[in-house]
Protein backbone atom coordinates (compact mmCIF):
# COMPACT_ATOMS: atom_id res chain seq x y z
CA UNK A 1 0.00 0.00 0.00
CA UNK A 2 2.42 2.52 1.16
CA UNK A 3 4.83 1.61 -2.01
CA UNK A 4 1.55 2.52 -4.26
CA UNK A 5 0.29 5.28 -2.32
CA UNK A 6 4.02 6.76 -3.14
CA UNK A 7 4.11 5.89 -6.82
CA UNK A 8 0.69 7.35 -7.35
CA UNK A 9 1.95 10.60 -5.37
CA UNK A 10 4.81 10.79 -8.01
CA UNK A 11 2.98 10.24 -10.84
CA UNK A 12 0.51 13.38 -9.77
CA UNK A 13 3.25 15.19 -8.99
CA UNK A 14 5.57 14.59 -12.06
CA UNK A 15 1.85 15.34 -14.12
CA UNK A 16 1.52 18.53 -11.91
CA UNK A 17 4.85 19.91 -12.59
CA UNK A 18 4.79 19.50 -16.24
CA UNK A 19 1.26 21.43 -16.43
CA UNK A 20 2.98 24.24 -14.17
CA UNK A 21 5.92 24.17 -16.57
CA UNK A 22 3.62 24.47 -19.62
CA UNK A 23 1.88 27.38 -18.70
CA UNK A 24 4.98 29.47 -17.53
CA UNK A 25 6.51 29.04 -21.25
CA UNK A 26 2.91 30.28 -22.56
CA UNK A 27 3.62 33.25 -20.58
CA UNK A 28 7.08 33.77 -21.42
CA UNK A 29 6.02 33.72 -24.98
CA UNK A 30 3.51 36.38 -24.26
CA UNK A 31 6.46 38.17 -23.23
CA UNK A 32 8.76 37.65 -26.20
CA UNK A 33 5.65 38.66 -28.53
CA UNK A 34 4.85 41.81 -26.54
CA UNK A 35 8.80 42.61 -26.04
CA UNK A 36 9.12 42.07 -30.12
CA UNK A 37 6.09 44.38 -30.56
CA UNK A 38 7.41 47.16 -28.38
CA UNK A 39 11.03 47.01 -30.41
CA UNK A 40 9.23 47.30 -33.87
CA UNK A 41 7.96 50.42 -32.46
CA UNK A 42 10.86 51.75 -31.04
CA UNK A 43 12.44 51.85 -34.55
CA UNK A 44 9.31 53.75 -35.58
CA UNK A 45 9.88 56.46 -33.46
CA UNK A 46 13.74 56.71 -33.82
CA UNK A 47 12.64 56.52 -37.62
CA UNK A 48 10.23 59.28 -36.61
CA UNK A 49 12.88 61.24 -34.93
CA UNK A 50 15.20 60.97 -37.83
CA UNK A 51 13.11 62.89 -40.11
CA UNK A 52 12.00 65.81 -37.77
CA UNK A 53 15.46 66.42 -36.78
CA UNK A 54 16.68 66.70 -40.82
CA UNK A 55 13.58 68.37 -41.40
CA UNK A 56 14.07 71.12 -38.72
CA UNK A 57 18.04 71.28 -40.30
CA UNK A 58 16.69 71.87 -43.19
CA UNK A 59 15.10 75.52 -42.38
CA UNK A 60 11.77 73.63 -43.25
CA UNK A 61 8.45 75.48 -42.51
CA UNK A 62 7.07 75.86 -38.84
CA UNK A 63 4.01 74.28 -40.00
CA UNK A 64 5.56 71.04 -41.22
CA UNK A 65 7.48 71.06 -38.24
CA UNK A 66 4.86 70.93 -36.00
CA UNK A 67 2.96 68.27 -38.05
CA UNK A 68 6.49 65.80 -37.97
CA UNK A 69 7.07 66.77 -33.68
CA UNK A 70 3.21 65.51 -32.96
CA UNK A 71 4.85 62.34 -34.99
CA UNK A 72 7.55 62.36 -32.90
CA UNK A 73 5.42 62.54 -29.92
CA UNK A 74 2.67 59.94 -30.65
CA UNK A 75 5.41 57.21 -31.93
CA UNK A 76 6.61 57.88 -28.69
CA UNK A 77 3.64 57.21 -26.62
CA UNK A 78 3.28 54.33 -28.87
CA UNK A 79 6.49 52.78 -27.74
CA UNK A 80 6.35 53.50 -24.28
CA UNK A 81 3.21 51.99 -24.00
CA UNK A 82 3.96 49.05 -25.85
CA UNK A 83 7.65 48.97 -23.58
CA UNK A 84 5.48 48.82 -20.08
CA UNK A 85 3.31 46.41 -21.56
CA UNK A 86 6.31 44.36 -22.17
CA UNK A 87 7.47 44.48 -18.68
CA UNK A 88 4.27 43.85 -18.06
CA UNK A 89 4.22 40.57 -19.15
CA UNK A 90 7.30 39.61 -18.20
CA UNK A 91 6.23 39.46 -14.26
CA UNK A 92 2.85 38.17 -15.59
CA UNK A 93 5.23 35.29 -16.83
CA UNK A 94 6.74 35.50 -12.99
CA UNK A 95 3.42 35.11 -11.19
CA UNK A 96 2.41 32.52 -13.38
CA UNK A 97 5.48 30.22 -11.99
CA UNK A 98 5.19 31.16 -8.34
CA UNK A 99 1.31 30.61 -8.35
CA UNK A 100 1.38 27.35 -9.72
CA UNK A 101 4.59 25.95 -8.47
CA UNK A 102 3.83 23.08 -6.92
CA UNK A 103 5.53 22.12 -3.46
CA UNK A 104 6.39 25.58 -2.29
CA UNK A 105 6.34 27.49 1.16
CA UNK A 106 2.52 28.99 1.49
CA UNK A 107 4.47 31.89 3.16
CA UNK A 108 6.90 32.73 0.65
CA UNK A 109 4.68 32.17 -2.02
CA UNK A 110 2.11 34.79 -0.89
CA UNK A 111 4.83 37.46 0.26
CA UNK A 112 6.20 37.08 -3.40
CA UNK A 113 3.32 37.15 -5.03
CA UNK A 114 1.89 40.46 -3.37
CA UNK A 115 5.39 42.21 -4.30
CA UNK A 116 5.13 41.49 -8.02
CA UNK A 117 1.86 42.54 -8.01
CA UNK A 118 3.25 45.82 -6.28
CA UNK A 119 5.31 46.24 -9.59
CA UNK A 120 2.35 45.60 -12.02
CA UNK A 121 0.13 48.18 -10.65
CA UNK A 122 3.26 50.67 -10.42
CA UNK A 123 3.83 50.17 -14.30
CA UNK A 124 0.14 50.12 -14.97
CA UNK A 125 -0.03 53.26 -13.79
CA UNK A 126 2.47 55.22 -15.86
CA UNK A 127 0.79 53.52 -18.91
CA UNK A 128 -2.68 55.07 -17.78
CA UNK A 129 0.00 58.42 -17.63
CA UNK A 130 0.56 58.33 -21.14
CA UNK A 131 -2.57 58.80 -23.16
CA UNK A 132 -2.18 62.57 -23.60
CA UNK A 133 0.96 63.66 -22.40
CA UNK A 134 3.58 66.35 -23.70
CA UNK A 135 6.41 65.44 -25.17
CA UNK A 136 8.14 66.46 -22.31
CA UNK A 137 5.81 64.20 -20.01
CA UNK A 138 6.75 61.48 -21.85
CA UNK A 139 10.51 61.84 -21.37
CA UNK A 140 9.87 62.15 -17.51
CA UNK A 141 7.98 59.07 -17.49
CA UNK A 142 9.95 56.85 -19.51
CA UNK A 143 12.84 57.42 -17.20
CA UNK A 144 10.90 56.93 -14.01
CA UNK A 145 9.86 53.62 -15.76
CA UNK A 146 13.71 52.86 -17.02
CA UNK A 147 14.93 53.42 -13.36
CA UNK A 148 12.10 51.35 -11.94
CA UNK A 149 12.67 48.48 -14.31
CA UNK A 150 16.25 48.92 -13.15
CA UNK A 151 14.66 48.15 -9.62
CA UNK A 152 12.28 45.36 -11.21
CA UNK A 153 15.21 43.17 -12.88
CA UNK A 154 17.26 42.63 -9.67
CA UNK A 155 14.41 42.17 -7.99
CA UNK A 156 13.03 39.92 -9.52
CA UNK A 157 16.70 37.76 -9.60
CA UNK A 158 16.51 37.61 -5.94
CA UNK A 159 12.11 36.60 -6.18
CA UNK A 160 13.78 33.38 -8.03
CA UNK A 161 16.11 32.72 -5.38
CA UNK A 162 13.57 33.10 -3.09
CA UNK A 163 11.53 30.99 -5.23
CA UNK A 164 14.25 28.17 -5.22
CA UNK A 165 14.92 28.26 -1.76
CA UNK A 166 11.26 28.21 -0.96
CA UNK A 167 10.58 24.87 -2.36
CA UNK A 168 13.89 23.13 -0.44
CA UNK A 169 12.12 25.06 2.76
CA UNK A 170 8.96 23.33 1.56
CA UNK A 171 10.92 19.65 1.22
CA UNK A 172 13.04 20.10 4.76
CA UNK A 173 9.79 21.18 6.57
CA UNK A 174 8.37 17.75 5.45
CA UNK A 175 11.03 15.55 6.25
CA UNK A 176 11.05 17.04 9.45
CA UNK A 177 7.46 15.88 9.82
CA UNK A 178 8.45 12.86 8.76
CA UNK A 179 11.39 12.16 10.43
CA UNK A 180 9.21 12.88 13.97
CA UNK A 181 6.86 9.85 12.60
CA UNK A 182 9.29 7.71 11.82
CA UNK A 183 10.57 7.91 15.50
CA UNK A 184 7.53 7.13 17.33
CA UNK A 185 7.11 4.09 14.57
CA UNK A 186 10.29 3.22 15.99
CA UNK A 187 9.39 3.80 19.85
CA UNK A 188 6.87 1.44 19.05
CA UNK A 189 8.38 -1.83 17.20
CA UNK A 190 11.13 -1.31 20.03
CA UNK A 191 8.23 -1.57 22.54
CA UNK A 192 6.92 -4.73 20.83
CA UNK A 193 10.22 -6.47 21.19
CA UNK A 194 11.49 -6.12 17.46
CA UNK A 195 15.04 -5.02 16.52
CA UNK A 196 15.51 -1.98 16.07
CA UNK A 197 19.23 -0.74 16.21
CA UNK A 198 19.26 -0.41 12.07
CA UNK A 199 16.37 2.15 12.06
CA UNK A 200 17.78 3.79 14.65
CA UNK A 201 21.27 4.08 12.72
CA UNK A 202 19.10 5.35 9.53
CA UNK A 203 16.68 7.72 11.47
CA UNK A 204 20.33 9.14 12.94
CA UNK A 205 21.39 9.90 9.29
CA UNK A 206 18.52 10.78 8.19
CA UNK A 207 18.48 13.99 10.62
CA UNK A 208 21.58 14.79 9.82
CA UNK A 209 21.25 15.01 6.37
CA UNK A 210 17.99 17.00 6.53
CA UNK A 211 20.18 19.17 9.58
CA UNK A 212 22.40 19.66 7.03
CA UNK A 213 20.16 20.64 4.05
CA UNK A 214 18.32 23.19 6.52
CA UNK A 215 21.92 24.72 7.38
CA UNK A 216 22.13 25.27 3.03
CA UNK A 217 18.73 26.82 3.04
CA UNK A 218 19.62 29.29 5.82
CA UNK A 219 22.66 30.37 4.32
CA UNK A 220 21.64 30.72 0.77
CA UNK A 221 18.22 32.69 2.07
CA UNK A 222 20.27 34.85 3.41
CA UNK A 223 22.57 35.26 0.21
CA UNK A 224 19.36 36.09 -1.32
CA UNK A 225 17.74 38.56 1.00
CA UNK A 226 21.30 40.53 0.66
CA UNK A 227 20.51 41.10 -3.14
CA UNK A 228 20.13 44.47 -3.46
CA UNK A 229 21.51 46.18 -6.42
CA UNK A 230 22.81 45.26 -10.09
CA UNK A 231 26.42 45.83 -8.08
CA UNK A 232 26.16 42.43 -6.00
CA UNK A 233 23.31 40.93 -8.19
CA UNK A 234 25.41 37.99 -9.98
CA UNK A 235 27.95 36.87 -7.35
CA UNK A 236 25.41 36.99 -4.33
CA UNK A 237 22.91 34.90 -6.92
CA UNK A 238 25.22 32.49 -7.97
CA UNK A 239 26.32 32.01 -4.10
CA UNK A 240 22.78 31.47 -3.06
CA UNK A 241 22.40 29.24 -6.33
CA UNK A 242 24.64 26.97 -5.11
CA UNK A 243 23.91 26.76 -1.74
CA UNK A 244 20.54 25.63 -3.09
CA UNK A 245 22.19 22.59 -4.81
CA UNK A 246 23.88 21.42 -1.52
CA UNK A 247 20.90 21.92 0.44
CA UNK A 248 19.44 19.36 -2.63
CA UNK A 249 21.63 16.78 -2.59
CA UNK A 250 21.38 16.55 0.90
CA UNK A 251 17.22 16.25 0.82
CA UNK A 252 18.13 13.57 -1.65
CA UNK A 253 20.63 11.75 0.19
CA UNK A 254 18.28 11.72 3.01
CA UNK A 255 15.46 10.13 0.76
CA UNK A 256 17.45 7.42 0.62
CA UNK A 257 17.72 6.87 4.27
CA UNK A 258 14.05 6.96 3.77
CA UNK A 259 13.56 4.42 1.28
CA UNK A 260 15.44 1.69 3.65
CA UNK A 261 13.67 3.49 6.55
CA UNK A 262 10.13 2.46 5.42
CA UNK A 263 11.22 -1.21 3.85
CA UNK A 264 13.09 -2.50 6.77
CA UNK A 265 9.98 -1.18 9.05
CA UNK A 266 7.78 -3.07 6.37
CA UNK A 267 9.73 -6.20 7.00
CA UNK A 268 9.75 -6.04 10.70
CA UNK A 269 6.13 -5.53 10.89
CA UNK A 270 5.73 -8.77 8.55
CA UNK A 271 3.23 -11.16 10.81
CA UNK A 272 5.17 -13.77 12.46
CA UNK A 273 4.51 -17.69 12.05
CA UNK A 274 2.51 -17.65 15.44
CA UNK A 275 -1.47 -18.18 14.33
CA UNK A 276 -2.10 -14.80 17.02
CA UNK A 277 0.43 -12.82 14.79
CA UNK A 278 -0.71 -9.54 13.92
CA UNK A 279 0.51 -6.88 11.17
CA UNK A 280 0.17 -3.14 11.65
CA UNK A 281 -1.21 -1.73 8.57
Known sequence: ????????????????????????????????NEFNASRATKRAYEEAQTRFRNLKTNATSTQEQTRLKE???????EFLKKEISAMIKYLEALKNRVTNMNKMDEGDRAFILAKINENIAWLQGKQAEIDGASADKLKTISQEVKDYWKNIRVASRKMTGQILASRIKFLIGKAELMAT??????????????????????LADFKTKIASAKSSYE???????AISSKDNVVQLFQEGH????EANQYVKQAHK???????????????????????TP
Open 1 to 32: MLAGALAAKAIVSSAAEKETQTRFQEAKQKYS
Open 71 to 77: QVRLRAQ
Open 181 to 202: KLEAKIQELKQAGKDTAKLEEL
Open 219 to 225: QAKAKFA
Open 242 to 245: KLIK
Open 257 to 279: DLIQLVRRIKQLEKPSDSVNATT
